[in-house]
């Protein structure tokens, strides 16, 4: 006799342990319906609703659905562009609990697991979740029965029952408006977090590609006209360009969103011409070192700069030993400050600007005692791309345009050897990288 009775409390036990699991409806594509289900499962019963849902409920369908499935709250899961949207919602008044955003696995292939800590969140905000109110479902169900108390008054002679009909005729579509959603019932789009907390931060970002750029020097006020022009129309580079997160390995808090940037460029074969036709070899380059930070705003980043930049120009003496032309070289040290940005437009598709002041802490040549000791100068850089990607899982393609200014005001004096009033030296350029991302 005790092997059936002992059978039978086991299985009273399981049912009762069974029972006591809240019921939630959940409403989600294949995929993310079986990660769900298998991540909750512990602690909830999930069960599909009884009858379709609108793509956004507002709070009355939100409580139809848990009313009919006996249950205390609604999850709902869609994929946007390429982004999985997760909204855990009460049942007692169809309140949002609990918002995730992260991005799907690329090229269509299932998410294998919930982002780090999603799963212990929505288990919180699920248990913190009520069934809709008794009184909510009374209130809703004389739809059901004004039809039959209806009947006999309309049978009734009307010269009995005229004025009786007529409040019975005012307050019907009173309770019908009442119990429609109203309109601004959407809170989806109201409470959306997008904080990137569910996100897997972006920690390293190496590209490499090349540059076809240009550069002008010409002065303004050269009273004696000693000073040449110097005007390079186009030239190849190399461009290397790296942003490293190292907090991102580890975490996505605050941490994550600091890194390192390093940009460097260096001209390839490239020649200053005289007008006789004399040729001139000629080196550039500009190497970037800095501090940078993301905020991440949803679909925008926002990433401001600070860092320090290096930037030559030289001119050397020409074949047959041809003294150089009457051109400084220039040897810029900078102290830079700026924003950058990067926007996602469309799937892959995203656009980036930035902008940056230049405060040069050295010039080279240019400033010392043979042409102008006592100049003052500043500058800016500006730059604008696309990108597309990531593409074969960890590949961008980028184009961008940049555009580098520096002003001088000399400050010439009686005695100088060179006298102007100030000068402006800018460079422009377009590239095309192949970028890693990880």
């Known amino acids: 006799m005790r092997a059936p009775v002992l059978l039978g409390v086991l299985l009273a036990t399981t049912t009762a342990l069974a029972a006591a699991k809240p019921k939630v409806v959940l409403a989600a594509p294949g995929p993310m319906k079986a990660l769900l289900t298998k991540s909750l499962k512990d602690k909830f019963t999930l069960v599909p609703p009884k009858s379709a849902l609108p793509d956004e409920p507002g709070a009355n369908a939100v409580k139809q659905a848990v009313r009919e499935a006996g249950a205390v709250a609604l999850l709902t899961a869609k994929l946007e562009d390429g982004v999985w949207s997760v909204m855990a919602l009460n049942g007692a008044d169809g309140a949002p609990l609990e918002q995730f955003r992260f991005k799907a ?14 799963e212990k969140r929505l288990e919180a905000a699920l248990a913190k979740a009520k069934a809709p109110a008794k009184e909510d479902a009374k209130k809703e169900e004389p739809k059901k029965e004004e039809p039959k108390k209806e009947e006999p008054r309309k049978a009734a002679p009307p010269k009995e029952e005229p004025k009786q009909e007529e409040p019975v005729a005012k307050t019907e579509p009173a309770q019908t408006k009442a119990e429609e959603p109203p309109k601004d019932e959407a809170p989806a789009q109201a409470v959306e977090r997008d904080d990137g907390t569910a996100d897997q931060p972006q920690a390293l970002n190496l590209g490499a590609g090349v540059k076809l750029f240009g550069r002008r020097l010409f002065y303004k006020d050269d009273i004696f006209g000693t000073l040449s022009k110097y005007t390079l129309p186009v030239g190849p580079a190399l461009q290397l360009e790296a942003d490293w997160y190292p907090g991102a390995h580890f975490t996505r808090g605050i941490g994550a969103h600091v890194g390192l940037s ?21 080196s550039a380059l500009r190497l970037r070192v800095g501090l940078i930070g993301r905020i991440p ?36 040290s900078i102290f ?15 656009v980036t600007a930035g902008f940056a002041y230049q405060a040069p802490l050295s010039t080279g040549e240019i400033s010392s005692a043979a042409y102008f000791p006592r100049l003052k100068a500043g500058g800016l850089d500006a730059n604008f791309g696309v990108a597309v990607g990531p593409l074969f899982d960890h590949v961008e393609v980028r184009l961008g345009v940049e555009y580098i200014r520096y002003w001088y005001s000399m400050n010439p004096e009686p005695g100088d050897n060179s006298v102007a009033g100030g000068a402006l030296d800018d460079s422009f350029g377009g590239s095309l990288m192949l970028a890693f991302t990880l």
């Not at 696995?105 to 999603?118: D, Q």
């Open 262 to 282: 390093v940009g460097f460029n260096y001209a390839l074969g490239i020649s200053s011409v005289a007008t006789d036709g004399t040729r001139y070899g000629t």
């Open 336 to 350: 830079r400050a700026g924003l950058g940005t990067r926007i996602s437009v469309y799937g892959p598709l995203g």
């Open 297 to 332: 705003l949803g679909r925008i980043q926002l990433l401001p700069q600070v860092g320090y930049v290096l930037q030559n120009f030289n001119i050397a003496n020409g074949a047959n030993g041809a003294e150089k032309p009457n051109i400084p070289d220039v040897r810029y």
């Open 105 to 118: 696995p690329p090229k269509k292939k299932p998410l294998k697991a919930l982002p780090k800590g999603t």
